[in-house]
């Protein structure tokens, strides 16, 4: 449960392309009255090392804390859980945590429009109807279909690029989903 009057939101993040994605995409989905911060480790073993020392440190009122992290191959709800017990033994059991399926470029292949208005290639809005792209959250590298697709592919201005193109309603990723049902939450508070 969040606490109401949220003024607040910190991201944890376990990279920068995390980061360049939810200041590209946050601010139309988010409250203007709602302070972003953003938190950023140097992969997954610093935040599960630094994660419980940046929560506990935090002192500002009215903050609702969000964890962001990849699945890649490990167990999705064995690290959700490491996370949030990390989170719990901080003193902050209601933070938020979630994980994007295999990758942050999940989200991204969830809505093909989306990547095709940021790299101005219209066909590759077609992808979206293909059977393998139906689920992006089965797919083992969506990092490696975004660059089998688009040659010059990066993942941070990938994620600038695509993250003001995303469409909630048309996004195909079920964490994407359950990422965006987080954020409504909390602007609802």
Request: aromatic residues 8%; positive net charge; contains cysteine.
């Amino acid at each position: 449960m969040i606490a109401p009057g949220i003024e607040h939101i910190v991201f944890f993040l376990e990279g920068p392309s995390e980061q360049d994605f939810l200041k590209a995409f946050l601010p139309s989905h988010l409250p203007a009255h709602i302070n972003l911060h953003y938190q950023v480790f140097q992969g997954k073993r610093d935040m599960e090392k630094r994660l419980g020392l940046r929560i506990r440190g935090w002192r500002q009122a009215n903050t609702c804390f969000f964890v962001l992290r990849d699945q890649d191959s490990g167990d999705c709800l064995a690290i959700k859980n490491g996370l949030q017990q990390i989170c719990n033994l901080a003193g902050h059991p209601h933070a938020v945590v979630r994980i994007a399926c295999r990758e942050l470029e999940t989200f991204f292949i969830g809505d093909w429009a989306a990547v095709a208005l940021a790299f101005e290639v219209p066909a590759l809005a077609k992808l979206g109807a293909k059977a393998m792209y139906r689920q992006p959250d089965l797919l083992g590298s969506p990092a490696g279909e975004l660059k089998k697709h688009i040659s010059l592919y990066q993942k941070r201005d990938g994620a600038r690029r695509i993250a003001a193109h995303l469409d909630p309603a048309r996004n195909k990723s079920h964490s994407f989903g359950v990422f965006m049902r987080s954020l409504q939450q909390i602007a609802a508070t």
